[in-house]
Structure formats: structure tokens, C-alpha cells
């Protein structure tokens, strides 16, 4: 579409959402330059939506304008996420054309780390002090409500700026004008969180709660930004990004797919595969270790892939449930010997279901003609039976106990991934099959 045409298609969309739903569809070279024909409302608007694909281009671009109101209307914490993928001189470049406590603000954010409660709260909050009335606190919120990004309650504070309780806003508006704010108070103690919590604790919070922010204080309990809801989800789609591809055996791109380098694909990629390939080489060194087995028995090559992807799909199984159990905090660290408990018989139930359909296949391709596995077909069934009874339980044991060790030794579990569980399952998962038909088949086909 051409530039002149995209903008008067930018102009006709009046709805933020829409306005990112179609500039995400164009290239770099056509969606920056034709956000310079929105006004400043309207870029502020666009620019604050998280799912903005081009967005530290289209906020490089408006610094080079000298828009800088509407970067000055910039909610900071968004702000200090969009400058954090921007090199030192550009970050400069912006941060000039802000005022200074708008610059401070924006330079504190930036100070911690991106996974805590300080790195995705934000500093446009509304304090009141303690001795203030209903009616002075609802001007006050009339004066600076343009200026703050949310106006969920109103936190009150005493003579230090230590925080001593907190106002819904409902409660606010439907007290009576006089009405001193402690009046308001019921002697509550409110629930905070330090700026270095990790962001999934602070979700934990909100979400048991029901809050629409919390707030974070310092050592001294001076409230000094909050988190609120959709700074959580959007943090938590983000965290889940990065579960999903650790999960399916990569690292995080960290942006989206049709943005990352063919070289940043290969990096993020590579590394996983050549760990993953050097595990599966212990399965060959385990398969050559029962080479003369094989050789007497070539019939137990067959059921291979069959042993190894069902004690690699139960280990699989477990880890996802445990990988969210730990996440959402229905499963703490030390809940890993009930865990192990409930998995151990789980896996033997399920091995047996899934070994008694392998015995009833084999006999029944037996005696229907189908296939031929010697006279020995019943020693063979029962050595299916009884390898994927051991196999499924083993899966299932290591595939609940990973998360638990990772997050132990301090990864993150959602590095437990699926094909990593596979790899540790296939190798083990070989060992037991032999040692069971070493058992059962000696002095026939061994």
C-alpha cells in the first residue's frame, strides 16, 4: 500500500486496537513513517499498546520529530521498557526532550531488573496524606488524574511517606465529603510487595486478592510505584512466551518470530539441538551395549520406538502438569515427596493399561496371521507388558522430580522441556527393556 495511501487508512481507524492491528501488518519501512501523520493523542494512544510491533522505531522516529509533549505523556513504565531495547545514544536522544522528574522516574524503572516487581510497576500512582479529608483527596484526583495512569485506590500516607492504608475508589466516592480519610480505614494492614519480588509472586498476590494493583514500597515502606493487573498479564504472556519455547526445546527469541535474524534463530535454536543430540548419543552407546541382544532377538528391535516414545509421552505428561502446578503455586518445593507419591502408582496404572494393549496386539496379530513372532510370541508379549509397566513409571517419576531439582538448583523448571525429558526417558527407558527381556527371554531367545 502506498505511504500516502496508509495514512488516510490510519486516519479513518479511530480505535487504538485498530490502529496497531494495522500497522502490525505492514514492514518497518512503511509503518514508521506513516504513524508521523497521527497527532500527538492519537501516537500516544498507539504507542502504548504493548503488541506494537515496530514500537522503539516509531518512538526513535518521533524524538527526531521533536514530539516531545507527547513523549512527555508517555506512561513511564512503558517508556522505560521501550528504551530498554535502544543502544545508549538513542536512549539519550529521548530521555533530553523529558523534564527531569520525568526522566529520574523513568532512569529509576530502568534500574531493576525486568522479571521483578520494580521492572514492571509503574510510578504514576496518587498519594494522599493521612490527615486529609474525602472531599480535598477527590479534587486532588480531579487536578492530577491526567497525569496518572491509573486511578484503582488511593494510597495515604503519613508525615515520612510510609504507606499506612489504602482507599478503594468506590469506598472514596461514596463517603461523605467531610469525612476524614482514617475515618475510612478499618484498621487494615495493607498488602505490599518489595520492588526486587519476582514478578510471578506479585501475579500470585493479585490474583489471590482480587486486587487491581499492589503496591511496592522500599525498606522503609515508602510506596514507591505499583503493579497493576495489566502490567501482570502483560509480564505473564511474556514469561509464558518464553516457558513455551524453553518448553519445546529453545531458547526465547524475545520478539516476534518474523522479526528475529536468520543468525538469532540459529543461536537460539542451535545450542538446545546439539545438547539434545549429544543426550540421544548415550541411546545409541545404550542400543550398542545390548548389541549381541539384538542380534539373537532381532524381534525386539521392533518395539523400540514403541517403548521409548511411551516413557518419553509420560515423562512429557508429568512435567506439563508440574511445570504449571509450580507456576501458579498450587505445588511449592517442598511438596515434591507427595508429588512423587501420587505419580509412582499413577505411572504403574498407566504402564500396566498401556502394556496390556501391546500384549493383546501382539497375540492378536499372532493369531490372526498378521505377523509371525515365533513360538515364543506369548514370552515376548509378557516382556512388552512388563518393560512398558517399568518404562511409564520411570517417565512419569523423572518427568515430576525435574522441575522440582531445576527450580531447586535455581532454573527456571520450565527448562524441564519435553524433549529434554524424552532424551533422559529414551536412554533409561532402553536399559529397562533389556534388563526385562534379559530376565524373561534367557534360555529361549536369548
Not at 516414545?309 to 508440574?322: D, I, P, R, V
Not at 505411572?347 to 498401556?354: E, F
Request: net charge negative.
Amino acid at each position: 500500500m502506498p505511504l500516502n495511501q496508509t495514512a488516510i487508512a490510519l486516519d479513518l481507524l479511530a480505535h487504538p486496537a485498530d490502529l496497531v492491528q494495522t500497522l502490525n501488518q505492514l514492514e518497518r519501512n512503511q509503518a514508521v513513517p506513516a504513524v508521523r501523520a497521527l497527532d500527538d493523542e492519537r501516537l500516544h494512544a498507539v504507542l502504548e499498546r504493548p503488541e506494537l510491533r515496530w514500537a522503539t522505531d516509531m518512538l526513535v522516529d518521533a524524538a527526531r520529530q521533536q514530539r516531545g509533549t507527547m513523549l512527555e505523556g508517555l506512561a513511564e513504565d512503558r517508556m522505560a521498557d521501550l528504551l530498554q531495547d535502544l543502544d545508549a545514544k538513542e536512549r539519550d536522544s529521548i530521555l533530553a526532550l523529558l523534564s527531569q522528574p520525568t526522566r529520574t522516574s523513568i532512569l529509576q524503572l530502568m534500574h531493576y531488573p525486568a522479571d521483578t516487581a520494580g521492572g514492571i510497576m509503574t510510578t504514576e500512582f496518587l498519594q494522599v496524606p493521612i490527615d486529609w479529608n474525602v472531599e480535598q483527596t477527590l479534587q486532588h484526583i480531579r487536578q492530577v488524574e491526567s497525569s496518572r495512569e491509573t486511578v484503582y485506590a488511593i494510597y495515604v500516607v503519613n508525615e515520612h511517606k510510609q504507606l499506612r492504608f489504602v482507599i478503594p475508589l468506590r469506598k472514596l466516592v461514596c463517603a461523605p465529603a467531610q469525612a476524614a480519610l482514617t475515618d475510612l480505614w478499618r484498621g487494615e494492614t495493607p498488602v505490599t510487595v518489595p520492588a526486587y519480588a519476582d514478578k510471578e509472586a506479585v501475579a500470585q498476590i493479585i490474583r489471590r486478592h482480587d486486587y487491581l494493583a499492589v503496591p511496592v514500597v522500599d525498606d522503609e515502606n515508602v510506596i514507591i510505584g505499583i503493579v497493576t493487573v495489566d502490567d501482570v498479564i502483560d509480564a505473564l504472556m511474556d514469561e509464558a512466551a518464553e516457558d513455551m519455547n524453553r518448553f519445546g526445546g529453545a531458547e526465547s527469541i524475545g520478539k516476534p518470530y518474523l522479526q528475529a535474524g536468520f543468525w538469532t534463530m540459529i543461536r537460539k535454536r542451535g545450542g538446545w539441538l546439539a545438547a539434545l543430540f549429544l543426550g540421544e548419543m548415550l541411546t545409541a552407546s545404550a542400543m550398542q551395549h545390548y548389541e549381541f541382544q539384538l542380534e539373537k532377538a532381532v524381534v525386539l528391535a521392533m518395539f523400540i520406538p514403541l517403548i521409548m516414545s511411551s516413557g518419553g509421552n509420560s515423562g512429557s505428561q508429568a512435567t506439563s502438569l508440574l511445570i504449571r502446578g509450580l507456576a501458579l503455586g498450587d505445588v511449592r518445593l517442598g511438596d515434591w515427596w507427595r508429588v512423587l507419591l501420587r505419580e509412582l502408582p499413577a505411572g504403574i496404572v498407566l504402564g500396566t493399561l498401556l502394556g496390556a494393549v501391546g500384549f493383546v496386539r501382539i497375540e492378536l496379530w499372532q493369531h490372526l496371521g498378521l505377523y509371525d513372532y515365533g513360538e515364543h510370541s506369548l514370552l515376548i508379549a509378557f516382556t512388552i507388558w512388563l518393560a512398558l509397566i517399568g518404562i511409564v513409571t520411570f517417565g512419569s517419576c523423572i518427568g515430576s522430580m525435574l522441575p522440582f531439582l531445576l527450580q531447586r538448583v535455581g532454573f527456571d523448571p520450565a527448562s524441564a522441556s519435553a524433549p529434554l525429558v524424552a532424551t533422559l526417558v529414551d536412554v533409561l527407558g532402553l536399559v529397562i527393556y533389556f534388563s526385562v527381556a534379559a530376565l524373561l527371554l534367557t534360555g529361549t531367545l536369548l
